[in-house]
Structure formats: C-alpha cells, structure tokens
C-alpha cells in the first residue's frame, strides 16, 4: 500500500498507529485508525476544519493516550518508552505555542535538548553543536539574544522549528508549521522540510492546510475526513476533483501543477459566490 | 527575517558528522548560551557539565550580602540602639546581661525566623507561579495559605497544641486546600488562569472558616489567633528557628531538584511532554514540596500576605532569566520580609504592629497594579 516516492517500498515503519481510537473526555475523534508513516516520507496530512488531524498528530506523538489500540514507535508499544526516550526518538511542534514571558531566542531554542540533558550533563558539546545548526538552518541565530515575544509571527514560528530541530530527532511531527507565515517563509519552511527528508534522512508528518503546497511537497498524502483516513498515497495517486469534493466540499479542477508537474487545485470559479458563503478552506484555497 | 528566501538552507550536521582534522568552530569559542540575559558560561569537565549563569549568579551573591545586612542591621538599629561593636562583643559571649537580653534572646532568633519565612514563602511564590505560569499563582492569593491557616488554628484552638503539631496542622491544611484546588481546577491539563480563579474563591471560604474558628473559640484564644491570622513575627524565638531551619534544609535541595523540570514545565503542556516531561509528576512533587514551605512558614508567622506574591517577581527582574529563578526568589523574600518586620518592630514603637499589616498595604498595592496589568493583558 504505502511506497515512497522512488518506488522503494517500505514494509517497516518506525511509526504506526494501530486500531487507534482517539478520543477527548465525551468527543470521540478517531475510530480504529490504522495509520503506517513510510520512513523517510515526507508524509503530509490533510483534511478539512476540525477533522482530526491535529489529534492524530497528538496520538502519534502520545500527548493523548489512545482510547483503545496502540501507537508503534520502532517495533514497540510508544507507551513502554521512558519520557525522555521517547522525545529523542520522535519531537512534536504543536500548533498555537505560548512562550514563556521574556524568554530569549537561544534559551527557548536549548530547550529543545532537554531530553539529551541529566542533572550533571546540562550542556554537552553535542546539545552546543545542535543548537547553532538548528538556529543556522531556520536563519534565527542573528535573532538568538532577542525576546522571542519582541519578535514577528514568522520569526517566531522559526524559531519554535528551530527548537524542534535542535532535539535531533529522526521522525519530526509539525502541526500545521506554516500558520503565521507570508508565502515565502511557507516556502522556506517547506523547503527546509524536503532537505531534511531528503539529505539527512527525516521521516516528517506535518499538518497543511495547503492543498498545492501539500501536492509539492508530500512524498505521502493522507486525506482525513471525520476522523478517518480516506485515501494516502503519492499526492498525484490522491488528489482529484472527486476527493476534494468528498473531503472539503469544494467544486474543484485538479490541473498539473506547471512548476513541479504535481496535482494543482483549482477551484471551481463561482461569480457572486454561493448560498451560505463559503468556508476558510474554500478561501484559503481560492488564493491560488 | 534578514535572509533571502532565495538561498537554500544551510546543511544541517549532527555530532557525529564533523570530518576528522574539521577543527569545529563552536567549540573554541564562548557557548551560544552567553547570548541569552543571564550571559551563561559551560563549566566542564569530562562527561559532566553546568551551566552556570553569571547574572543570577552575581544578583544572588548581591542579594546574600544585603540579606546579611538587614540582620546586622536588626541587631544594631531600634528602640535600643546597641553599636556595632557590642553586638559583636555580645554575640563572642561578652554582653552585659541587657545586651544578651536585647540582641541573643530577642533580636537575633525573631530576625532569623523572619528571614526563613520569607525565604520559604518565597520560594513557594516561585514554584507556584511556575507551575500556574501566571504572577497571581502564589500561595496567599490562591487559598494555600488559608488552608494552612485553618489546619494550623484548628491545632491551636481546639487541640491545644505544641508547636511542632501546629506546624503539622498547617501542613495537613494546605495538602488538603492545593488537592481541592487542582481537582476543581484539573480539566483536559492545568489551565493557570482556572487555578488563579477556583483558588481565588476557595481561599475566600477558608477566610470565612478561619473567621468561624475564631468565632467559637473563647476570648483570650480568640484575641491571640485573630493576631496570629494577620501574619505577625512579634515574640518568635529561637524555638522558631529550631523548627525552621531543619525544615528548610530539607525542603530546599529538593525544590532545586526541581528547578530544571519547573524550567521546561514554563512551555505549554503538549511542548513539555513532546520534549520528554512528565509534567504531571514533576507538578505533583512540585506542588507537595511548595505546600510543604509555605506551611511551615504559615505554621510559624500566620499567613502573611504577598511575600511569596511578590518576591519571585522581584527576583525575576535582578536576574532576567526565565525559570523559576527559587534562590533568588527566597532571598529576596527573606530580605523583604526581614526588612518589612523591622519597619512594623521599629517604625511603630511604642506599639509595633503586627508585619502581616505592613506587607498587606504595600503588597495589595502592589497586586492592584499586578492585576490591572494582567488585565490589560487579557484585554490586549
């Protein structure tokens, strides 16, 4: 079912989830979700409004313990990790981040190491090391002695990837990682996704909400409708009129994309617009 | 953003990649640290590695030297004026009889117990605005102190207790008041916001059981406790300290245990536990040690209002580092509650008032101020 972009199949992933069913306290999300994150995958997964995407991405990352089924983190129950473990095997940027009061750029960027850090080895020359490259690759080390609450809402989520990255972690889970972002840090953010996936070897699970960008750059597109996954793939394999319109609700063309030759989503031209308005998702997606 | 977005990111290279004979230019110079407010240096030595940050550092040394001043200062200033030189005959054993009196029995233990006080309740201040990750979260304005306050008159009113059981007392009372306060505030995580508010109103109960107690108590015990209630350190002796000091020495190594996981619990939830915190358990033991130092300060002054509200904010602006800054925030409760008594010893001679009056005028202007400013906050 799931192959990489190459072709390589990938029988074994680090990261699956299992007859997960997710849930919060009454509001059931997700019902025995089998979900497989091919390595090395840039996998992108998209969905309408309240879908579900960002709890299967908490799922993953086990801040919300599934209701019933399990989570797989290299062959084992994600569960039977120590914290700490797990958080240098798979990090997690959430969406909507509050940083503390006056904390500076390099501080909250080091914390991204405390999982490799004990009460004797608070800064070893590896957490140095991966601090300056994480700053370097998100441009944010002109920023580091800067108040992260001084700065713009693009260097801001630059410098919360910068502390995602700094935990060196293989498998990289970003909730929606482009929010806040002018099209061309969207673009540096993906950017530097493809080349972490596709020089340093990252396995990378993002939210967007993009539906071109998503094409771009995914090497695995999975569609989540109500909580349920309806169809994953390669992006060309996924993405059609039909789908869209299962998934969104959106009238749409799917036409090659002339830069990259991936699915472009072209919604259907409605002069006047329609009863009822349209959705955020319509909008986002009428602006290309 | 000073980059073109036009370059392409630059390589990324983990520990292991560095080329042989590849001199890495990180490791020669200073740390990226010493670029955050606190300019920290590495110390290393093999393996093992601390972070020390000069600023803080240098603030606490500070804060240190001024807190041994204000007891010089205790020992030698008031009513009484007993010269430097005295004093130090009388603490080498060459006092006349008044001296020892003035400065061994009188002075000295009732300047130290105010100093412990305020440097436990100040470290409770830190912990628990920590952890609520809001100013207003400290312990005499979310109800702790009440509770501790109720556990520890029920003791002395009703069970004619030593002071050891009414340092028990007050305990048992804020154990309980923080597990009722978490369960009402506990929804899907801790929300600081809801703490503040459910803790708000459950300490303005205890105020009415307080009241109650003392209501039904006869009237010598009545008069005593309404003085103890408002926070007062007249009459504390070297009993206080005996109790104080070994309690503190405990308590305060382990809330420093702490210090680091209270670092990263500043992060929202769902980033401290994707970076490997056990949030709830670094809480809870949080919580239990923060309840522990704010008793036994209760248990030995009465809840004495906003020192531990305002001291780690204090502290937190000499140092300008993030965290829960628990060293500097205990000093600088000690040196404000040590000063704050004095002024209630000294300034209202010959009828001192209780210390509990003076830090309540000045710390509820200063929460008039908080609280306008977390509100603009809010609005903004």
Same mark, same amino acid.
């Given at each position: 079912m799931t192959t990489h972009s190459? %072709? $390589? !199949?990938?029988?074994?992933?680090?990261l699956h989830a299992d007859k997960v069913t997710l849930a919060y306290d009454r509001r059931t999300?997700?019902?025995?979700l089998d979900l497989r994150i091919p390595d090395g995958s840039f996998t992108v997964v998209v969905g309408a409004n309240g879908c579900g995407k960002s709890t299967l991405l908490r799922g993953l990352a086990r801040l919300l313990n599934p209701r019933s089924g399990a989570v797989h983190l290299d062959g084992r129950?994600?569960?039977?990790?120590?914290a700490k473990e797990v958080a240098r095997r798979l990090g997690l940027l959430p969406q909507g981040q509050v940083a503390p009061d006056g904390i500076t750029v390099v501080d909250l960027v080091s914390r991204g190491r405390y999982p490799h850090q004990r009460m004797l080895r608070q800064w070893s020359e590896a957490d140095e090391r991966a601090v300056r490259n994480a700053m370097e690759a998100t441009s944010t080390t002109e920023l580091a %002695? $800067? !108040?992260?609450?001084?700065?713009s809402g693009g260097q801001r989520q630059r410098v919360w990837l910068a502390m995602a990255l700094a935990q060196e972690t293989r498998i990289l889970l970003l909730d929606e990682?482009?929010?806040?972002?002018?099209i061309a840090h969207q673009v540096d953010v993906l950017d530097l996704c493809a080349h972490l996936r596709a020089d340093r070897g990252y396995t990378l699970v993002a939210v967007l909400h993009d539906l071109n960008q998503a094409c771009r750059y995914a090497t695995h597109l999975v569609a989540l409708k109500d909580g349920a996954v309806v169809a994953e793939g390669e992006p060309t394999e996924v993405i059609t009129a039909d789908l869209v319109r299962d998934v969104f609700g959106l009238d749409c063309r799917v036409i090659a994309?002339?830069?990259?030759?991936t699915p472009l989503v072209i919604p259907r031209h409605r002069p006047g617009g329609r009863p009822g308005g349209t959705t955020k998702e319509e909008l986002i997606d009428a602006t290309y | 953003m000073t980059t073109p977005r036009s370059s392409s990111p630059p390589p990324l290279r983990s520990s292991g990649e560095r080329l042989r004979g590849?001199?890495?230019?990180?490791?020669?110079?200073?740390?990226?640290?010493?670029?955050g407010p606190g300019s920290a240096r590495v110390l290393r030595r093999g393996e093992r590695s601390v972070v020390v940050e000069r600023r803080p550092l240098v603030v606490c040394l500070l804060l240190a030297a001024v807190a041994a001043g204000v007891v010089v200062g205790s020992l030698v200033l008031g009513e009484i004026q007993v010269g430097l030189p005295r004093v130090w005959a009388t603490l080498t054993g060459h006092g006349t009889a008044i001296e020892d009196l003035l400065?061994?029995?009188?002075?000295l233990p009732r300047v130290l117990t105010a100093l412990l006080v305020g440097a436990a309740l100040g470290m409770a201040g830190a912990i628990f605005q920590n952890i609520s990750r809001?100013?207003?979260?400290?312990p005499d304005v979310i109800g702790f102190d009440y509770g501790s306050a109720t556990g520890a008159l029920v003791v002395m009113l009703?069970?004619?207790?030593s002071g050891l059981q009414t340092a028990a007392g007050a305990v048992v009372g804020g154990m309980a008041t923080a597990a009722l306060v978490y369960v009402l505030a506990l929804r899907n995580g801790l929300d600081g916001l809801r703490l503040v508010l459910v803790g708000i109103g459950v300490g303005f109960a205890l105020i009415s059981v307080n009241q109650y107690l003392i209501v039904r108590s006869n009237l010598y015990d009545a008069q005593s406790a309404a003085v103890w209630l408002v926070g007062n350190l007249a009459g504390r002796g070297w009993d206080h300290v005996r109790l104080l000091a070994p309690a503190l020495l405990v308590l305060v190594p382990l809330a420093l245990l702490l210090a680091r996981p209270l670092r990263m619990a500043e992060l929202s939830d769902q980033t401290a536990v994707a970076l490997g915190l056990r949030t709830e358990r670094v809480r809870l033991a949080a919580v239990v040690v923060g309840v522990l130092l704010a008793s036994v300060a209760v248990a030995t002054a009465?809840?004495?209002?906003?020192i531990a509200l305002t001291a780690p904010q204090i502290a937190r602006r000499l140092t300008?580092?993030?965290?829960?800054?628990l060293v500097a925030s205990g000093l600088t409760g000690a040196i404000l509650l040590g000063i704050s008594d004095w002024c209630a010893r000294?300034?209202?001679?010959?009828?001192p008032v209780p210390v509990g009056v003076l830090t309540g005028v000045v710390g509820g202007l200063y929460l008039a101020w908080l609280l306008t400013r977390e509100w603009r906050k809010g609005v903004a």
């Open positions: 190459d %072709g $390589r !199949p990938s029988p074994t992933g680090r999300i997700s019902t025995d129950a994600i569960t039977s990790y120590s %002695g $800067r !108040p992260v609450d001084e700065l990682p482009t929010t806040y972002l002018d994309d002339p830069e990259s030759g | 590849d001199p890495d230019p990180w490791l020669g110079g200073a740390s990226v640290l010493a670029a400065v061994l029995d009188l002075r809001n100013p207003l979260g400290s009703f069970l004619d207790g009465g809840p004495i209002a906003f300008r580092v993030t965290g829960p800054n000294e300034l209202f001679a010959p009828r």
